[in-house]
């Protein structure tokens, strides 16, 4: 298996724009997390998926920030507008939920994302 | 609630020295506990992880962590440091209802030859 997917590895955009992470989870993974981490505030969740619902978003930092998950293999982190305090590295990861939170959580190697 | 406090935000060792990363947690009940480990721009893998079997843990890469109920600690610990040890190793607990999920704030090692 090619383990978690993400792209684009690397974004650099300017503050107002909309900005699309996307993700492709290890096949037959039936959870997804999305984190951001920064120096300052370290690995946060910010939402995560149980087969494609959104369990628990209360990561979310406001509005602006939207996550979908449309089928199993594919999800997205949306950002409108972006402002320059959302830069930081976003971490998608996939889990098998056969035995709950025992399950080990991979993770894909992230998006790099600058917001001028 | 679950949460995780790691030890020290810096650990430095020397090369062949054990490696002894602090992670305690707190939790009225015990929890699932997991060490990963994340390289310069890569993300996080797994070290190893603690499901109520063995109270000692063995990981990869020669890691191992032992949990102690008493102490609520899950240290990790690696006899001889390696170069290739240093990166940043993250504490990890979740709880047994499955809603509940959460990272330590890091600990960077630096192992000096």
């Known amino acids: 298996d090619a383990g978690v997917i993400q792209s684009p590895r690397h974004e650099v955009t300017e503050m107002g724009q909309e900005v699309t992470l996307r993700c492709k989870p290890i096949?037959?993974?039936?959870?997804l997390f999305w984190y951001r981490q920064t120096m300052m505030r370290g690995l946060e969740l910010l939402i995560y998926?149980?087969?494609?619902?959104?369990?628990?978003d209360s990561g979310m930092p406001e509005d602006r920030f939207s996550a979908k998950m449309p089928n199993a293999s594919f999800s997205t982190l949306k950002i409108q507008p972006s402002e320059p305090r959302d830069s930081a590295v976003y971490f998608c990861?996939?889990?098998?939920?056969?035995?709950?939170?025992?399950?080990?959580?991979?993770f894909g190697p992230g998006t790099r994302l600058l917001v001028l | 609630a679950q949460s995780v406090t790691q030890l020290g935000s810096h650990v430095s060792v020397s090369e062949g020295a054990l490696v002894l990363l602090r992670c305690n947690y707190s939790?009225?009940?015990?929890?699932?506990l997991f060490w990963y480990v994340q390289y310069p721009n890569q993300g996080l893998q797994l070290l190893l992880k603690?499901?109520?079997?063995?109270?000692l843990v063995k990981g990869i890469n020669g890691f191992e962590a032992e949990f102690k109920k008493s102490e609520t600690s899950f240290h990790l610990t690696k006899p001889s440091a390696h170069m290739s040890d240093a990166a940043e190793y993250f504490c990890?607990?979740?709880?047994?209802?499955?809603?509940?999920?959460?990272f330590g704030t890091g600990t960077s090692l630096t192992v000096i030859p």
């Open positions: 990861a996939s889990r098998s939920g056969d035995r709950g939170y025992q399950e080990t959580q991979y």
């Open positions: 096949s037959g993974h039936n959870s």
């Open positions: 998926f149980n087969n494609n619902v959104p369990i628990d």
């Open positions: 939790s009225s009940v015990p929890p699932y």
């Open positions: 603690y499901t109520s079997a063995a109270t």
């Open positions: 990890a607990v979740s709880d047994r209802g499955g809603n509940q999920f959460y």
